[in-house]
């Protein structure tokens, strides 16, 4: 697992960086105050950032990892973790009057595989718990607000990603491991910039929970009887990001795609 210093300072300086950015781009449009423009029509794009994780888990039975049941104090468990994301995204935006309401559909891949892993409440010394979200993906409508080159919107639905839980036990050798797709939901904002009659620069932030009920978790060493079994688990991730957006939208009307609107 790598870490980028800390997770937090990383989001922030991303998140300058990409501010600064787009009042550069403003300072490149001409010098006259621009007309409306239409964010109506198709878009895809790309976006970078920093994201942040907690994810809890609850063990449903007893089970090797686990050896007395959940109603012992120390079954549930807490990780957190932080790494860079990266992905594409497309959407349509219907512009009326000042109010932009639109549909997206985003992929995002954990580039630096955001995962929180820590020792076992029982075991520590030799049992660890691993979580690993490898890709997300969303598809949220939005609503949004224009004025001159400016938008602000907020956004919400459905998101799901896909999710490895590993329960690793070095001393004996014995691991249990399941890789599946969990589902959830988002809640976001964000603000574009638009550079060019085509190109919009852009920051957003995003809150995921994605909830994993009742998953066994695959392990074919376990063993049956008492204090031997196949987990059950319980999870919940939720995850944070901050990630800077380039936007290029379909043309609507004639003209360079590098030509401000007017």
């Known amino acids: 697992m790598r870490y980028f210093g800390s997770g937090r300072n990383f989001i922030y300086i ?10 550069a781009g403003a300072a490149t449009a001409d010098g006259t105050r621009p007309g409306a423009i239409d964010w ?9 950032g920093g994201g942040w994780s907690n994810v809890d888990w609850t063990q449903l039975n007893a089970n090797y990892f686990d050896t007395l049941g959940p109603t012992v104090v120390g079954a549930n468990s807490d990780t957190k973790d932080s790494g ?16 932009v309401f639109g549909l997206e559909l985003a992929a995002t891949a954990t580039g630096a595989d955001i995962e929180g892993a820590q020792a076992s409440p029982f075991f520590p010394a030799i049992d660890t718990f ?3 979200l490898d890709w997300l993906g969303t598809l949220a409508g939005r ?7 400016w938008l602000v919107y907020g956004r919400g639905g459905w998101a799901g990603g896909d999710v490895t839980l590993t329960l690793n036990d070095q001393g004996a050798l014995i691991r ?26 852009g920051l957003a932030y995003d809150y995921v929970e994605l909830n ?3 998953e066994t978790v695959t392990c074919p060493r376990c063993g049956t009887g008492v204090g031997f079994g196949t987990p059950v688990i319980d999870s919940d991730i939720r995850m944070q990001s901050v990630m800077a957006r380039v936007s290029f939208f379909v043309p609507v009307a004639s003209g360079s795609i590098l030509a401000p609107d007017h």
């Open 14 to 23: 991303g998140a300058a960086a990409a501010l600064a950015l787009i009042s």
């Open 40 to 48: 109506s029509g198709l878009y895809l794009g790309g976006q970078l």
């Open 84 to 99: 860079v994301l990266g992905g594409v995204f497309g959407g349509y935006n219907h512009q009326v009057g000042d109010w």
């Open 130 to 132: 691993r979580t690993q």
């Open 143 to 149: 609503v949004g607000y224009a004025w001159d080159r």
């Open 176 to 201: 249990a491991s399941k890789d599946t797709w969990v589902n959830g939901w988002t809640l976001g904002a964000g603000v574009e910039y638009r550079l060019w009659r085509c190109v919009a620069l």
């Open 212 to 214: 994993l009920d009742e």
